[in-house]
């Protein structure tokens, strides 16, 4: 069975400052990582998927992430953010076998003016 | 840009009542879900749908949960007799690969049990 961690329930930082939301993740088996975004009052959003390949994984809004296997990590990064960025971000994980995906509970990015 | 829609955006029933959500796919995938978040919970997996039946399921989806393609486009989530827990934001997905393709999903649907 696989499982997420996202260590932060909240993430405040600056406009225009870097943030990185962390994310690790258990598995006995090969999975697909993802990072879902949510805007107040809309669905799931994907940003990104690491499915195999380069370990750097760029996705929209100038979002990119990085897996690392030996520390279980997918870890989000955007050097500079924006009011728009204002949502709750979501890891996943799934199961190279699995139809279903399995969420962490979620960080909430604040973004202070 | 296809995208999956949902209605109701918010239905609100009594306990007890059976309720059926409604999704609209994206026109060419061929595998549908069904997840639920329960207010301040994570995001979890319901369902998944493919030819016709179901592929995996989750120990929440017990005999009080179906699902239905009624038709070419439609996919449905049926619960047969509510429960207060059941209050919830279902969100419907597909896709069109099972493993690496991504599940798009739909704004959700708000279920109020009262």
């Known amino acids: 069975a696989q499982s997420v961690t996202q260590l932060d329930s909240q993430v405040p930082v600056f406009e225009e400052a870097p943030v990185e939301l962390r994310c690790n993740y258990s598995?006995?088996?090969?999975?697909?990582l993802f990072w879902y975004v949510q805007y107040p009052n809309q669905g799931l959003q994907l940003l990104l998927k690491?499915?195999?390949?380069?370990?750097l994984v760029k996705g929209i809004n100038g979002f990119e992430a990085e897996f690392n296997k030996s520390q279980t990590s997918f870890h989000l990064r955007k050097p500079s953010v924006h009011i728009s960025d204002t949502a709750e971000y979501f890891c996943?994980?799934?199961?190279?076998?699995?139809?279903?995906?399995?969420f962490g509970k979620g960080t909430r990015l604040h973004i202070l003016p | 840009e296809p995208e999956v829609t949902q209605t109701p955006s918010h239905q609100v029933t009594q306990m007890g009542q059976e309720v059926i959500l409604r999704c609209v796919p994206i026109?060419?995938?061929?595998?549908f879900y069904w997840y639920r978040q329960i207010l301040g919970q994570k995001v979890e997996f319901l369902v998944s749908f493919y030819n016709n039946e179901i592929s995996e399921k989750s120990e929440i989806f017990d005999d009080q949960f179906s699902v239905e393609r009624p038709d070419g486009s439609n996919f449905t989530l049926k619960i047969r007799s509510t429960k207060l827990e059941d209050s919830a934001m279902y969100f419907c997905a597909s896709g069109t690969l099972k493993a690496t393709d991504t599940q798009y999903f739909g704004p959700g649907t708000r279920l109020t049990v009262l």
């Open positions: 996943a994980v799934k199961g190279a076998r699995d139809d279903k995906i399995i």
């Open positions: 598995s006995s088996v090969s999975v697909y």
């Open positions: 026109s060419n995938h061929l595998y």
């Open positions: 690491y499915l195999s390949g380069s370990t």
